[in-house]
């Protein structure tokens, strides 16, 4: 790890860019989100100077402190769990929010939302009892919810498969969630074209599976403490 931040980046967009190609999709299919959890406002400064917008974070007290210190102009995203009484301070620091995991939750954001806000809803579709997520089955009523909402917009849904070394072993979790999306637009009439899926270390399986978002962290910022 004693790359500097532009090189540990042109390696994630290298290894993007051949899963890309590998899938046979267009690289502007799959967008990049930089997860800065833990990460000072100087690693951001850094990754948004070598042209990185687009930033994630998973908790909203980190966030609420850190965004104002970082520099302006830059896209922030949601990818951990949200409290429903934090709905209104996530609202405020966040364009995305990938981690909706309940319909009490998107009512607390519809309410506290000004403009058009984009959610993904997370899904646990391994069933693995430790993650959070809606059931694969409780997800269509969401949606036809959203769908009457003035705010809030559900654009695809969000996955954390279960942690394997290899991740080969992660490609039916990723698979199940592009399959889920799929009936769903069916079922729903509702178009679900984002993905949120992948992390550093299965970002090849999840583009190869249809992530349209992958979200990078030890990868591009080294690892945490
Ligand atoms: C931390 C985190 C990531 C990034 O994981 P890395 O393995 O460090 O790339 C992605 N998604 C979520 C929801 C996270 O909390």
Redesign the pocket.
């Known amino acids: 790890m004693n790359d500097t931040f532009l090189q540990r980046l042109e390696k994630v967009e290298q290894r993007i860019a051949v899963a890309c190609e590998q899938a046979g999709r267009p690289r502007d299919s799959v967008r990049l989100l930089a ?1 800065s ?1 833990t990460k000072p406002p100087e690693a951001v400064r850094e990754a948004a100077e070598c042209g990185v917008r687009l930033f ?1 974070e ?1 908790r909203v007290q980190e966030a609420q402190s850190k965004i104002p210190l970082c520099p302006v102009g830059l896209e922030w995203h949601l ?2 769990h949200l409290q429903t009484n934090k709905a209104k301070v996530a609202a405020k620091f966040f364009q995305m929010i990938h ?1 909706v995991d309940s319909l009490k939750l998107l009512q607390a954001l519809e309410c506290h939302a000004d403009i058009t806000l984009p959610v993904l809803l997370q899904v646990n579709v391994s069933g693995e009892a430790a993650k959070f997520g809606m059931k694969p089955d409780e997800v269509a009523a969401v949606i036809d919810a959203a769908n009457q909402m003035q705010k809030c917009e559900v654009h695809g849904l969000m996955t ?1 498969p279960p942690f394997s070394p290899d991740p080969e072993k992660t490609r039916i979790h990723f698979s199940a969630l592009r399959n889920l999306r799929d009936q769903l637009q069916n079922e729903t009439g509702t178009p679900l074209p984002e993905l949120s899926m992948g ?3 299965d970002l090849e399986v999840a583009i190869a599976e249809g992530s349209t978002w992958v ?5 591009l910022f080294g690892s ?1 403490n």
């Open positions: 997860v959890k994630g998973n990818i951990g981690s954390i992390m550093s270390h979200r990078i962290g030890t990868d945490r």
